[in-house]
């Protein structure tokens, strides 16, 4: 394969997984206030983007499994004092600093939803309903990790701009065509 031949590396189903888990996050922020019905059906596509994402971390495509992207913590460290130095080296898959944010986000995520989950069960509403009695604490918690999920995708958003940049290869297109210059 020469320098110039795309490489495949996002299958459809994990850019149809990303785009649609964007879009979900942003109707569930946006709209936690005045929209309940809306918001909690945003919730549940959440939580079920998720859990294919788990699935398909262990039986899907090579670059969409953890065992491609899944580092210890010294590799990530080294990896982002490379990047601080401007000599991080291009990964075709997720890079170590990555796949610990894709960690971190769907973490974040599943206990926004999970609490989100209660606090609805809480107030009758929800496969919990009534199961749950104390509904101010899950409401706290689920806002907080709603918060921290958007704190993480700033992060995650720079992130991928800088590397874009460092590279200079567009990550953002990739995520959309599936493909990386060779
Ligand atoms: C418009 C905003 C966003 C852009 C432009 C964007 C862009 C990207 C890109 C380019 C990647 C691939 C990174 C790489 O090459 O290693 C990626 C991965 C990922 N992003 Fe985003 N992202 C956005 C918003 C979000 C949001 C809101 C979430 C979650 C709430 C999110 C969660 C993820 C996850 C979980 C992955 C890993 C994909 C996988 O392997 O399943 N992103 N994103």
């Known amino acids: 394969m020469t320098a110039q031949n795309p ?8 850019r149809l997984f990303h785009w649609s888990l964007v879009a979900a996050f942003t109707v569930a922020y946006i709209t936690e206030d005045d929209f309940m019905t809306l918001h909690v ?43 601080l130095l401007h000599r991080a080296r291009r990964y075709i898959g997720h890079n170590p600093a990555g796949g610990a944010m894709i960690l971190a986000l769907l973490g974040s995520l599943l206990l926004t939803t999970l609490t989100g989950l209660a606090a609805y069960g809480a ?3 929800g496969p919990l309903a009534s199961t749950v009695l104390a509904s101010g604490v899950f409401e706290d918690i689920h806002e907080f990790f709603a918060n921290f999920t958007l704190l993480l995708v700033t992060i995650h958003i720079a992130a991928v701009i800088a590397i874009s940049l460092l590279h200079g ?13 060779g």
């Not at 490489?7 to 994990?14: E, G, T």
């Open 7 to 14: 490489i495949r590396v996002w299958d459809p189903l994990i």
């Open 41 to 83: 059906y945003a919730g549940y596509v959440i939580v079920g983007l998720v859990l294919f994402r788990l699935i398909w971390g262990v039986i899907g495509s090579r670059h969409a499994r953890f065992s491609d992207f899944v580092f210890g913590p010294a590799t990530v460290v080294a990896y982002l004092k490379d990047l």
């Open 123 to 125: 107030e009758g509403g």
């Open 169 to 181: 290869e567009n990550l953002i297109r990739a995520m959309i065509t599936g493909r990386k210059p």
